[in-house]
């Protein structure tokens, strides 16, 4: 693999990936709605002169796969991109700023730019690779409860691949410096909703009502066991609440407490433990305080990041050879989720992170916050890493090295 001409290649490309990366952000569409993204995917592959292109998941005209076949009918390696925004008003007084009310504040704007990229050179190269390559743009990755990368694999998009590769910018990192990790990176999540529904009445006779609100309190103190009694120290969990609604007046017993929160782990083990505990400790709380109890509890993504240890290292020696050691450093555990999980159940894969957040260009903001933005001059690097990747992985794949 020649990783100076990848570099040089992804380079000469720099301008033209931040005028796409800035046009896909002023355009952007929520989950399931990505169809004008979809169409302008497909049209740019077919100006590279990729043939075999298929848009459309779940029956919508959404979503786009494409298959770059090499020298051979080898092994074949996935790379995978999201393509959906988010329900946001842009606050960043930019030139490219959404006017739409949605807003690419996840960065998936330049995932869809990278992805493009490493398209463009591996189909310059495509007469030198041991293999096939399989471009992903997975739509609805933001939606949570009807996952993209669970449509299409159900859709059969992983049939016949062997290994595969997301990347993540990540603006609480340095721009530019790849962040990789074996094993255990981003937790599942699920969601939940409880209702405790006693008897209204006069704050001056509680002992004529049942009072959900003292339900609801002991129930938020109950849960705090669970993490700190119940599961293993050495395992890592969270579960909060995000709203608590209840009465409205000073002197009314109200009738509902309502309570919703979300709970993160890094193992179905600990998972399936946390929602058992939860349930009992809902169940028992309802008893004690005489309440009838509703529960919802939803598993939006149900599995971690996992990634397999090979490609992780695989993935790391490349970056190194690629940027450089000072640029490359292991990643911590996230507690926020992606449904690039929904794959690793399927298929031995590496999700990784590429650094975008520069004070001096204002682009450290959160993902997800309306003042999100990219250090476009990352995009380069993004395109090559995949790029290098994919080249690297066909060949240990096509050796019997991986
Ligand atoms: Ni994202």
Same mark, same amino acid.
């Given at each position: 693999?020649?990783?100076?001409?990848?570099?040089?290649?992804?380079?000469?490309?720099?301008?033209?990936?931040?005028?796409?990366?800035?046009?896909?952000?002023?355009?952007?569409?929520?989950?399931?709605?990505?169809?004008?993204?979809?169409?302008?995917?497909?049209?740019?592959?077919?100006?590279?002169?990729?043939?075999?292109?298929? #848009?459309? !998941?779940?029956?919508?005209?959404?979503?786009?796969?494409?298959?770059?076949?090499?020298?051979?009918?080898?092994?074949?390696?996935?790379?995978?991109?999201?393509?959906?925004?988010?329900?946001? !008003?842009?606050?960043?007084?930019?030139?490219?700023?959404?006017?739409?009310?949605?807003?690419?504040?996840?960065?998936?704007?330049?995932?869809?730019?990278?992805?493009?990229?490493?398209?463009?050179?591996?189909?310059?190269?495509?007469?030198?690779?041991?293999?096939?390559? %399989?471009?992903?743009?997975?739509?609805?990755?933001?939606?949570? @409860?009807?996952?993209?990368?669970?449509?299409?694999?159900? =859709?059969?998009?992983?049939?016949?691949?062997?290994?595969?590769?997301?990347?993540?910018?990540?603006?609480? #990192?340095?721009?530019? %410096?790849?962040?990789? %990790?074996? +094993?255990?990176?981003?937790? &599942?999540?699920?969601?939940?909703?409880?209702?405790?529904? +006693?008897?209204?009445?006069?704050?001056? @006779?509680?002992?004529?009502?049942?009072?959900?609100?003292?339900?609801?309190?002991?129930?938020?103190?109950?849960?705090?066991?669970?993490?700190?009694?119940?599961?293993?120290?050495?395992?890592?969990?969270?579960?909060?609440?995000?709203?608590? !609604?209840?009465?409205?007046?000073?002197?009314?017993?109200?009738?509902?407490?309502?309570?919703?929160?979300?709970?993160?782990?890094?193992?179905?083990?600990?998972?399936?433990?946390?929602? =058992?505990?939860? %349930?009992?400790?809902?169940?028992?709380?309802?008893?004690?305080?005489?309440?009838?109890?509703?529960?919802?509890?939803?598993?939006?993504?149900?599995?971690?990041?996992?990634?397999?240890? !090979?490609? &992780?290292?695989?993935?790391?020696?490349?970056?190194?050879?690629?940027?450089?050691?000072?640029?490359?450093?292991?990643?911590?555990?996230?507690?926020?989720?992606?449904?690039?999980? $929904?794959?690793?159940?399927?298929?031995?894969?590496?999700? $990784?992170?590429?650094?975008?957040?520069?004070?001096?260009?204002?682009?450290?903001?959160?993902?997800?916050?309306?003042? $999100?933005?990219?250090?476009?001059?990352?995009?380069?690097?993004?395109?090559?890493?995949?790029?290098?990747?994919?080249?690297?992985?066909?060949?240990?794949? &096509?050796?019997?090295?991986?």
């Amino acid at each position: 693999m020649d990783l100076t001409r990848i570099r040089n290649e992804a380079q000469e490309m720099a301008g033209a990936a931040t005028e796409m990366r800035r046009y896909l952000h002023a355009h952007p569409e929520l989950s399931w709605g990505e169809v004008e993204t979809s169409r302008f995917i497909a049209r740019r592959l077919k100006e590279i002169g990729f043939q075999d292109i298929r #848009v459309g !998941v779940d029956g919508k005209a959404v979503g786009v796969v494409a298959d770059l076949a090499g020298k051979e009918a080898g092994p074949c390696v996935a790379l995978r991109a999201d393509i959906d925004a988010l329900n946001l !008003v842009e606050e960043n007084d930019v030139p490219y700023k959404s006017k739409c009310g949605a807003m690419h504040a996840c960065g998936h704007d330049a995932h869809i730019t990278m992805l493009l990229g490493a398209a463009r050179i591996l189909y310059s190269m495509k007469d030198e690779l041991p293999g096939s390559v %399989r471009f992903i743009f997975q739509p609805a990755e933001e939606h949570g @409860m009807h996952s993209g990368a669970a449509t299409m694999i159900e =859709e059969g998009v992983l049939d016949g691949v062997g290994a595969l590769a997301g990347m993540h910018l990540w603006s609480h #990192v340095p721009s530019g %410096r790849v962040q990789w %990790r074996s +094993g255990p990176v981003m937790a &599942s999540a699920d969601g939940w909703n409880v209702k405790f529904r +006693g008897r209204g009445g006069h704050g001056a @006779m509680p002992h004529k009502t049942i009072d959900p609100v003292v339900a609801a309190a002991n129930f938020i103190l109950a849960l705090q066991t669970i993490v700190s009694r119940e599961v293993n120290p050495l395992e890592t969990a969270v579960l909060s609440v995000g709203k608590l !609604v209840s009465g409205e007046v000073i002197n009314i017993i109200p009738e509902v407490a309502e309570m919703i929160g979300n709970i993160r782990t890094f193992s179905v083990e600990v998972r399936d433990q946390m929602e =058992e505990s939860f %349930r009992r400790i809902a169940d028992g709380i309802a008893a004690t305080y005489r309440c009838n109890l509703e529960t919802q509890y939803t598993r939006i993504y149900p599995y971690p990041v996992v990634n397999d240890r !090979v490609l &992780s290292e695989l993935l790391r020696d490349t970056a190194i050879a690629l940027v450089g050691k000072a640029d490359v450093e292991e990643s911590p555990m996230l507690m926020t989720s992606e449904d690039f999980s $929904f794959y690793q159940t399927k298929v031995r894969s590496v999700f $990784f992170f590429l650094g975008s957040g520069d004070e001096a260009k204002g682009t450290t903001a959160a993902h997800h916050s309306s003042r $999100f933005d990219v250090d476009d001059d990352v995009l380069p690097r993004g395109i090559a890493l995949m790029s290098s990747f994919a080249c690297a992985a066909l060949s240990g794949m &096509s050796e019997g090295t991986l």
